[in-house]
């Protein structure tokens, strides 16, 4: 063969390939899709990854839009993390059935189903280490099941272990499902004068993109060993059985979870607890709401987040007036934890140490320690808020070295205020609205942000605005660690 008529053919196949690409965008061609057929897959059965991806090719009537479902359904698939690569082609269909095509799905498996990670996470501006690993199984009966344990020790005695199961939509079931056993020990010593100690069970009933509802069933024990609790958490020690569901609307359209620069994300969750008969058990609703706004600013990277949550708990019940909330339950402040990133409820404020503002009480003192220690009657118990809202404004924006900026290393100033209040026992007689808006507490600072791939981390210069005598805040230079989970 010639070079020209090769050159010749080239042209021809160019040209038809043109012919076809300007068809595709600007026709609709009429096609639907006969057939799935599945390859490579030995272990993970068809009926998973025929449930999983099956709905996006059910009502495709045209190629443009199998064409869609097809990136759709391949996201799926990558996303149940149990196959090394996968992809999907179209073949025609029966010559007999005219526009028709088969989806043929070929993936590769992973050749380890076994896979861990263990690390050692220091916390230097809140003086605090943390020993983490876990271990997960994957696709071990060959239905994308994920099996998973984990163990958490924190130098600030706080240890939980939990194992639990995750299974993606199979056959009739309409959501994936899951279930969590944990065990969790806290100590709250420092800041409310108790242990905590929760065996808990959570099932997952539903679970969608924007919907979540989940049942869990937790036995908890609170114990004070110093025996110098106030009367409120002296009152709540002992067991107790919380029976829950918890529903949770989420809508985030940020374009990144971790440095939104635009688009706006929205949270509202509902805990209704007290769904067992004994009338001991804890029996309260907890409202949350969050919403964040990103407005970019069109220089340097430069983006307005601004957020507000808004946190509500009260009993119900027989005497609801009456009866205290839930002290573990209540929303506390404070911490590290940047509120930008993540939709968590009211419980971040820089500045603020965990547990540090709200109603507090004194802790009983004992004859041992008035001989002792003349400054222990001045230690109080943090019972934290019936009622929170927070709020706070952050301005980002590149550093002008171009090192820092290909890796993602930004800058930012910020403002945060926030508050608490106690609306059980007949609290709410005494709440006025002027009056919590005067006892905000508020915050500004500055500060370098390093993003990864997991979380963000953020050095920040922190200056206490305004507190109260029993607050505990500090002016200063403070470490963060947040995820946007």
């Not at 056993?181 to 099932?203: H, I, M």
Request: hydrophobic share 35%.
């Amino acid at each position: 063969m010639s070079a020209a008529s090769s050159s010749s053919d080239n042209e021809n196949l160019r040209s038809m390939l043109n012919k076809l690409a300007n068809k595709v965008s600007t026709e609709t061609i009429t096609l639907s899709v006969h057939d799935v057929i599945i390859k490579g897959n030995s272990k993970t059965k068809d009926t998973v990854i025929e449930a999983i991806i099956g709905d996006d090719f059910r009502n495709a009537t045209s190629f443009q839009e199998i064409y869609h479902a097809a990136a759709v359904a391949k996201s799926k698939l990558v996303k149940l993390g149990i196959f090394d690569e996968v992809n999907l082609t179209l073949d025609a269909g029966p010559t007999e059935l005219p526009r028709t095509a088969n989806v043929v799905v070929e993936v590769v498996e992973a050749e380890n189903i076994v896979s861990g990670q263990f690390g050692c996470f220091t916390r230097p501006g809140a003086r605090s280490w943390s020993l983490e690993g876990g271990l997960k199984l994957k696709n071990l009966f060959g239905y994308a099941d994920i099996w998973d344990g984990s163990l958490s020790y924190n130098w600030d005695m706080t240890t939980q272990v939990s194992a639990g199961v995750a299974l993606p939509r199979i056959k009739r079931w309409v959501t994936p499902l899951f279930a969590r056993a944990s065990l969790l020990s806290q100590d709250w010593q420092n800041f409310s004068s108790y242990k905590e100690q929760a065996l808990g069970l959570g099932f997952g009933l539903l679970s969608t993109k924007n919907h979540e509802l989940m049942y869990n069933l937790t036995w908890r024990t609170l114990t004070d060993p110093s025996q110098m609790s106030g009367a409120s958490v002296r009152k709540q020690l002992g067991h107790n059985l919380l029976s829950s569901l918890k529903y949770t609307f989420k809508v985030d359209k940020r374009d990144s979870p971790l440095r939104p620069t635009q688009g706006y994300a929205f949270s509202f969750s509902t805990v209704l607890a007290g769904l067992n008969p004994d009338d001991r058990s804890a029996r309260f609703v907890r409202q949350e709401l969050d919403l964040r706004y990103a407005l970019p600013l069109g220089y340097s990277r430069g983006s307005l987040n601004l957020g507000i949550s808004a946190g509500l708990i009260f009993p119900w019940g027989k005497g609801f007036l009456d009866r205290p909330s839930s002290v573990p339950d209540r929303f506390f402040m404070g911490g590290n934890s940047s509120p930008v990133c993540s939709l968590a409820g009211p419980n971040s404020l820089f500045g603020f140490k965990s547990r540090g503002l709200g109603p507090t009480e004194p802790r009983r003192q004992t004859r041992n320690q008035s001989d002792t220690d003349s400054s222990a009657s001045s230690e109080r118990d943090a019972l934290g808020g019936d009622l929170a809202v927070s709020a706070f404004a952050d301005l980002s924006f590149d550093l002008p070295f171009k090192v820092l900026n290909e890796n993602g290393i930004h800058g930012h100033v910020f403002a945060a205020t926030g508050n608490l209040a106690k609306l059980t026992e007949n609290e709410w007689r005494n709440f006025s609205a002027k009056g919590f808006m005067e006892s905000f507490r508020s915050t500004v600072g500055c500060g370098i942000i390093l993003p990864t791939k997991l979380f963000r981390v953020e050095v920040n210069y922190c200056h206490i605005v305004r507190q109260f005598e029993h607050d505990h805040g500090k002016t200063g230079v403070q470490f963060s660690f947040s995820s946007p989970l």
